[in-house]
């Protein structure tokens, strides 16, 4: 599915198939982005940046997930360009996308201890308002202990 939307949207920029490569062996975003680094690599391709295209609350993650994976690229992240609202609107379940938000930033906090990601500097009234969102249920996409 996703590689189909992915292949949509590349014939309506016109990217032709042979400029592109598609990593699909991945299960997380730091595999991800160390999978797509060796198809690179493997290529013959060492490039001097990247641009992940992401959901439009995943970015944070992202950037801090490649600078700690692939630190010598410089990162541009991008998504759709879209109000919360809106994008909220348009998902099939957006409880699911709040859990999704919440599992992120618990991510972000805490996978920097990992060397997952850089570390990045979280509010204090970020993270009172993430214990909230805990606490009112949005707990079902946080990472495992």
Known sequence: MLHDRLASGLARVRIPDSATMIEDEATNSGAN???SRQLLLQAGIRPKSVML????FMERRAFATCRAQWPE??????SQPISFADYLASCADPRHVLCDMVGDLQRIIEYPKHGYMIEQVVPGEVHAALKRLIVAGYDSVLPKS
């Open 33 to 35: 982005i160390t999978l």
């Open 53 to 56: 295209i992401a959901m439009p």
């Open 73 to 78: 690229v410089d990162v541009i992240c991008s």
